[in-house]
């Protein structure tokens, strides 16, 4: 977090959609305060491939749901810019 400070880091063997959306809810019983916003790349952890971004083939990711569910902005950093 930029503002407090505050950081959570969890070593892990392999980077998957699994591991990302348990990571999340790890954090959510970690951080003492309300999450708003999260941002993230564009990685097939946290978002369709983009081809299938909004299309038919699109489905709604499990981090995404639990974002919703806790009323989390989830934003996407733009492809090639990682400071976004």
């Known amino acids: 977090d930029r503002t407090s400070k505050f ?3 969890q070593l892990i063997e392999k980077a ?5 959306w348990e990571f999340l809810e ?3 019983e970690v951080v003492p305060y309300r999450i708003h916003t999260i941002l993230t790349d564009n990685g097939i952890q946290f978002a369709d ?8 083939y699109s489905r709604q990711m499990r981090f995404d749901m639990i974002c919703e569910a806790n009323r989390i902005q989830h934003r996407l950093t733009k ?5 976004t």
């Open 49 to 56: 491939q983009p081809r299938n971004r909004n299309t038919i």
């Open 79 to 83: 492809p090639n810019h990682p400071w």
């Open 7 to 9: 950081a959570v880091a």
């Open 26 to 28: 790890h954090l959510l």
């Open 16 to 20: 998957d959609r699994r591991t990302a």
